[in-house]
């Protein structure tokens, strides 16, 4: 057993939330990680997956299993929550709910939501813009094989 | 030699009480107790108590994460069983010459929580002579 860097993880959480139509319908402009990227028009409604930590729990030789953890968050830029609310429920559906899909190197033990997150943010440039923030920290736990 | 870490150590075991042992898949952890009895022999006219020393019980115990590949057959197969497994403890497997091994009556216990892994856990005790290897002069 070896898993990997663990870059397949990051990429299947991100896949998996990308692939979730009733998620995109809400987030129509994409799924990313640590940062949505620059472009014109400017991206308003989409999810942000941040890894956080990692943790190997050794084994005799390799680890037994491996444990990320993740803050995914929707963000729209609207004055009311309904939406951003809509789409957290969707990522604990898929990330949840689901058994983590495409983990090449991998197997999904369990994924836990460890916080809820939901949020205001003023947005830095312009005063007068909102940001509703809504998701959770996921804990993923996964065997290397 | 060095001082060495226990991430290299494994357990070896042949279910048959054999010599053909197989790297236990998923453990990680073991421990090995030599203790010793102690008898009372304190008597009239001694002035402090007196024991002599029996033998060292080689017991211990053994933990590892189920994988239901590999645990049920490699372990509780032996668990459920009544032959006494060959078990060889091996420290570090970078210097695999030394090692424990004898005959153990192993028996097991399984932890399921909602917050973690499934894990596994065994002990054992001897049901034969065990070795140190390399053997030293007492």
């Known amino acids: 057993m070896s898993g990997g860097s663990g870059a397949a993880v990051d990429a299947a959480v991100v896949a998996a939330l990308a692939g ?19 472009a014109k028009p400017s ?13 190997d729990e050794e ?15 929707a963000r729209v830029l609207a004055s009311s929550g309904v939406d951003v609310n809509a789409a957290a429920d969707r990522i604990q559906h898929v990330l949840y709910v689901d058994p983590l899909a495409g983990l090449a190197g991998y197997t999904h033990m369990a994924t836990l939501r460890l916080e809820r997150i939901k949020t205001t943010e ?4 312009d005063n007068d813009i909102r940001w509703q923030v809504a998701g ?7 065997s290397p094989h | 030699m060095a001082r060495i870490h226990g991430k290299k150590g494994d357990v070896l075991l042949d279910p048959t009480g054999g010599a053909t042992g197989v790297s236990l898949a998923s453990c990680d952890g073991w421990e090995l107790n030599l203790e010793k009895d102690r ?3 304190t008597c009239f006219q001694d002035e402090n108590k007196q024991s002599v020393l029996g033998l060292p019980s080689y017991s211990g115990s053994m933990s590892g994460a189920w994988d239901s590949a590999t645990t049920p057959e490699q372990l509780f197969a032996v668990i459920f069983g009544d032959v006494p497994a060959m078990i060889t403890l091996i420290p570090n497997t970078l210097e695999e010459t030394f090692l424990f091994k004898g005959l153990g009556n192993l028996d097991g216990a399984l932890s399921v929580s909602a ?10 005790d001897a049901a034969g002579p065990w070795t ?3 053997a030293i002069l007492p």
């Open chain 1, 136 to 142: 959770g920290d996921y804990e993923i736990s996964v």
């Open chain 1, 122 to 125: 003023v947005d830095a440039i």
């Open chain 1, 59 to 73: 084994g005799f030789q390799s680890p037994l299993y491996e444990v990320f953890r993740y803050r995914v968050t």
């Open chain 2, 115 to 124: 917050k973690g892994a499934v894990t596994w856990s065994s002990k054992f």
């Open chain 1, 43 to 55: 991206k308003t409604r989409f999810v942000i997956v941040q890894y956080q930590t990692h943790e």
């Open chain 2, 39 to 41: 008898v009372d022999v």
């Open chain 2, 132 to 134: 140190m290897e390399p």
């Open chain 1, 20 to 38: 979730d139509v009733a998620l995109t319908a809400l987030v129509p402009d994409g799924v990313f990680l640590d940062v949505a990227p620059a």
